[in-house]
């Protein structure tokens, strides 16, 4: 079946480095592909996404890459934070006609920035 | 605008018991996802609910079960409780099915914390 594939699971960086999150997904169709965070004890928030017409997008730190013929997008964090310590989350979305969509999550990566 | 919210917060259970959570989802918000998420797991899907009808389900056993009501908000039911159970359900909303408006963007609420001793 269709399924999204992220790694690595865990991940430790020093305060200043670049993190750098993969996410391989499966049904070509998907066309929407978002970036949730989710803190300690918070709620998963979306911080970026990209869709499919579009090969990089930026926004200050972050930015995520898409190579729809690899079926393979990214998660760059630069100069990282402590407060960019959390779980992300890709997810693989397909949009269809009538107003259904079909995401599927990929099984996170806990990002650890250390002082 | 209100955001997406879980009621309760926490709760404890024990084993063989029911229990029923509820979501209410954002304004005009039409679309309601359920999620577990258990320690070091990711977020497995549970069910979908547009315009009181479930659209999509996880790979749950039949004994977790939802519905949504004519004002959007939605419920979720777990019976027979067991150990396993004991999770963050987590509900987000969206826009889906808004047509010309959904821009696939999940809202997320607090979650529920159900234990089961």
């Known amino acids: 079946g269709e399924n999204v594939e992220q790694h690595p699971s865990t991940l430790s960086v020093q305060e200043g480095d670049s993190a750098v999150i993969k996410c391989t997904y499966s049904?070509?169709?998907?066309?929407?592909f978002p970036w949730y965070k989710q803190e300690l004890g918070k709620r998963p928030q979306l911080i970026i996404d990209i869709r499919s017409n579009v090969g990089e997008k930026k926004d200050q730190r972050i930015a995520v890459t898409l190579n729809k013929t690899a079926k393979h997008f990214s998660l760059h964090i630069t100069e990282t934070q402590p407060e960019d310590s959390a779980v992300y989350f890709c997810a693989a979305v397909i949009f269809f006609s009538g107003g259904y969509n079909k995401l599927i999550f990929g099984a996170g990566t806990r990002l650890a920035v250390h002082p | 605008k209100a955001g997406v919210t879980q009621t309760p917060r926490y709760l404890i259970k024990t084993r063989g018991q029911q229990v029923t959570l509820s979501c209410s989802p954002i304004s005009g918000h039409r679309s309601v996802s359920w999620y577990q998420q258990t320690p070091g797991q990711g977020l497995q899907f549970l069910f979908e609910?547009?315009?009181?009808?479930?659209?999509n389900k996880g790979n749950f056993p039949g004994r977790f079960s939802g519905r949504q009501f004519s004002n959007s908000r939605s419920e979720m039911n777990v019976s027979t409780l067991e150990l396993g159970d004991s999770a963050l359900y987590l509900c987000?909303?969206?826009?889906?099915?808004?047509?010309?408006?959904?821009?696939?963007?999940?809202?997320f609420g607090e979650g529920s914390r159900l234990t089961v001793l």
């Open positions: 987000a909303s969206s826009l889906a099915g808004n047509l010309g408006k959904d821009t696939g963007e999940l809202f």
């Open positions: 049904d070509s169709a998907s066309n929407y």
């Open positions: 609910y547009f315009s009181e009808t479930q659209r």
